[in-house]
Nanobody, 115 residues
Framework: QVQLVESGGGLVQPGGSLRLSCAAS????????MSWYRQAPGKERELVAT????????NYVDSVKGRFTISRDNAKNTVYLQMNNLKPEDTAVYFC????????WGQGTQVTVSS
């Protein structure tokens, strides 16, 4: 059974940091690219960051470049999203996504940036 379980979300003040984790199971993690998406209320789901299966390439949406870092540990079947200098507009549900021969989604974790 495929599972992607996100954790690490919460409430943080503007300028603060959070680290999201996504633990994968039920498929060969090292053969899949991984991404983080987010969806704010009333908005479409947005691709935030993506990392290749080997970690050799990473891409980010312009609005998070220089603030967010995606990484992965293939030995732990886990992908991370380090988020620094958070802004209120980063408030959203963040979803983990695996892409390869199939596509899998996690259930999401809420990130709220507010003073």
């Amino acid at each position: 059974q495929v599972q992607l379980v996100e954790s690490g979300g919460g409430l943080v003040q503007p300028g603060g940091s959070l680290r999201l984790s996504c633990a994968a199971s039920g498929f060969t993690f090292s053969r899949y690219g991984m991404s983080w998406y987010r969806q704010a209320p009333g908005k479409e789901r947005e691709l935030v960051a993506t990392i290749a299966s080997t970690g050799s390439s990473r891409n980010y949406v312009d609005s998070v470049k220089g603030r967010f870092t995606i990484s992965r540990d293939n030995a732990k079947n886990t992908v991370y999203l380090q988020m620094n200098n958070l802004k209120p507009e980063d408030t959203a549900v963040y979803f983990c996504n695996a892409w390869g021969s199939e596509v899998f989604w996690g259930q999401g974790t809420q990130v709220t940036v507010s003073s």
